[in-house]
C-alpha cells in the first residue's frame, strides 16, 4: 500500500536513509537547513507510519563562562602578559610594571603570571632587590590549555563525556579556574525504523493538503486527487479584537428581556427633571434631607422647570398641606411651587415613573399597567470603587386593582429568578413615597452570600391620589441600581471599571 507523506517529510526520510546510522537531531536540523521543531514534526510523521523514531539521551554539556568566553577572544592572562612582553621586546621587567602596563585586574595578573612560570616561559628573582620578571625561553608552543580552549571556537558547548584523556585533563585545569559552566542537556537521536530502512521509495507518494474544496473541485471531481487537511477543532482559534456590544449594554438588554418576558413596557424620561417629578409629586416634603445639595446636582440653566396640569400641581400640593383627599393629614407646612420648579439632575428613576403617573391620569389607561425603566441618575457622590455619580436605575412598577404586599413579593421573586438569583429575602424598609417599605435582598451563590439590592414598596395615597389611583387600585414599585449587579456577573471589584473600560476586560468578553 502507498504511504502519503507530506514533502519535507519525503525528503527527511530520503537524507536518512542516505545516512544509515542514527543522527543528532539538532545537528540534522542545521545541516538541512530548518528549525528543530519541523524536523522533530516530520519524525512524529514517520513514527505515524512506523517508518523512524527518535531516542533522548541526557548528556552533560561544558561551556565556557562569561570569563572564559574573554579568555577565548584575547586569549589566557598568561598568554596575554607574553604578547605584552614580547611586543615590547622585553625581556626583563618589574614586576610592579608589568602589572601596571598590563592593564589587569591584579588577581588574574598574579594567575598569569603563575602560569608563565608553569609553562616554563619566565623565571622570578628578588635578588636585586626589586622583583623582577626574565623571559627564559624564546621557544613559545602553544600550550595545551590554550588549544583546549580554542576549540570552543567552532562549537560553543561540548559533550563532557566525549572528551579526550587530555581534553579531561586540560578542562580540569582550566575549571579549577572557573572558566567553565556545566549543564544538563537532552539530546534527541533521530533514525528509521527497519521499515524506514526497508521501504522503497516508490512506496511513498506525496501527501497533498488542501484545506477547501471549491465548485470546480467537486464538479470536476479533482478533489479526489487530495487529501483534506484534517482540522483540530479542540484548538482555539486566533482571538478576534473586532467590536462589540459593552458589557454594561449587554446587562441593560438581558433585564429589558426579563422585564418583556414578564409583559412589562419600557418608559423613558427626561434626565433634567423638575424637583416637581424627582421629589414633591413622590410626597419628599420640601425640607427632606435628600433634597439637600450635598445629594441632588441643582441646574443653574435652566434654573426652572414646567410643571403640569395646574390642577394636578395642586393636588400635590393639598397632599403635602394637609393630605388632599388621600385621608392623609400631609405634612401640615406652606408648600412653595418655586422649589418644586427648581431643575435637577434626576436622582432617581422614580422621577420617570411619577411621570408615567401623570401621563396615566392624562390618558385615563385602564389597569393593570407594567411598566419599567433602566436609565441613567445622577447624585453627588465621592467616586470610590463602589460608587459612581452617574449610574444606572432599574425600576418596575404595577397599577392594578387589589394587589397587595404578596404581589408584590411574589413579583419580586420572579423578576429576581429571571435575573439569576433563587431566593430573595424582605425585609420592612423605609421611603418617603412608599408604605409599607421594604428592602430586598438576594442570595448569591458565588460568593454564598446575601446582598442588599433593592428598594421597594407600596405607593403611598399621598404619591396615587393625585392621579386618580385610588383604594382599591394600588401601584407596586420596586428599583435598583445596575451597577452593583454588573460588579457580579463581570467580577469586578471596582465599580468604576465599568466606565473606564480596562481594555483586557472588554478583550475577554464574548461576542
Ligand atoms: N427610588 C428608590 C431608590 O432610588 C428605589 C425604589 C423604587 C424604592 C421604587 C421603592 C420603590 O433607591
Known sequence: MMIKLRKQVIEILKVLKKKKTEQLAST??????????????????????????????????????????????????????????????????????LLTKSKLDQQIFYVGLSNMRKNGWIAQSKASGENMVFLVTEDFQETESEKFIKTFKTSPTRD?????????????????????????????????????????????????????ITPEMLSSGTWKNYDIKPFDVTKPGPSLKAGKIHPLIRLINEIREVFISMGFTEIRGPIVESAFFNFDALFQPQDHPARELQDTFYLERPKFAKLPEKDRVLAVKATHENGGDSNSLGWRYQWNEKIAKQTVLRTHTTSTTMRYLAQFYRNKDKVPVKVFCIDRVFRNEKLDKSHLAEFTQIEGIVIDDNVNLSDLIGLLSEFYKKMGFKKIITRPGFFPYTEPSMEVSVYYDKLGEWLEIGGSGIFRPEVTYPWGIKNPTRVLAWGQGLERIAMLYYDRKDIRDLYINPIKWLRQQPY
Open 28 to 97: 540534522l536540523a542545521k545541516e538541512l537547513s530548518i528549525d528543530y521543531i519541523v524536523l522533530m514534526a516530520a519524525i512524529n510523521d514517520l513514527i505515524d507510519h512506523d517508518l523512524g523514531g527518535f531516542r533522548e539521551e541526557e548528556i552533560n554539556q561544558i561551556l565556557l563562562n562569561d570569563e572564559g568566553r574573554f579568555y577565548l577572544e584575547n586569549g589566557l592572562p598568561e598568554n596575554q602578559l607574553l604578547k605584552l612582553m614580547m611586543e615590547n621586546d622585553v625581556k626583563e621587567i618589574n614586576m610592579e610594571e
Open 160 to 212: 563532557y563525556s566525549k572528551l579526550s584523556k587530555n581534553e579531561l585533563r586540560q578542562f580540569n585545569l582550566l575549571n579549577k579556574r572557573k572558566l567553565f559552566t556545566k549543564e544538563k542537556k537532552t539530546q534527541r537521536y533521530v533514525f528509521l525504523t527497519s521499515k524506514g530502512k526497508t521501504i522503497k521509495m516508490s512506496e511513498v507518494s506525496e501527501l497533498k493538503h488542501i484545506s477547501k
